[in-house]
């Protein structure tokens, strides 16, 4: 059963940095393409980084240049780097993992974690 645990969520002033990381307790890690989502009160969830279970990735655009997604199989952890932070990325963070087994997509969310940019 996959559990994905979000960290490093917190306060930090504009220009600063955070670093999330998502850890899953379950086998076959690393067969998951695992994505980043946020979401702002009030707003839809929006995609902000993908990375492929080949280590391929991709950005919404709001974030490019500023973030990095990587991922440490050995560890089945995910991490988000974000630096460069603006206001605008407050929200609430969540990781997800997907896989398609038998023809059949499967998808596990995380609880989320609080990212608050503010001076």
């Known amino acids: 059963q996959v559990q994905l645990v979000e960290s490093g969520g917190g306060l930090v002033q504009p220009g600063g940095s955070l670093r999330l990381s998502c850890a899953d307790s379950?086998?076959?890690?690393?067969?998951?393409?695992m994505a980043w989502y946020r979401q702002d009160p009030g707003k839809q969830r929006e995609l902000v980084a993908t990375?492929?279970?080949?280590?391929?990735?991709n950005y919404a655009d709001a974030v490019k240049g500023r973030f990095t997604i990587s991922r440490d199989n050995a560890k089945n952890t995910v991490y988000l780097q974000m630096n460069s932070l603006k206001p605008e990325d407050t929200a609430v963070y969540y990781c997800?993992?997907?896989?398609?087994?038998?023809?059949?997509?499967?998808?596990?969310w995380g609880q989320g974690t609080q990212v608050t940019v503010s001076s």
């Open positions: 379950a086998r076959g890690f690393s067969a998951y393409a």
């Open positions: 997800h993992a997907g896989i398609i087994l038998f023809g059949r997509q499967l998808d596990y």
């Open positions: 990375i492929t279970s080949g280590s391929t990735t």
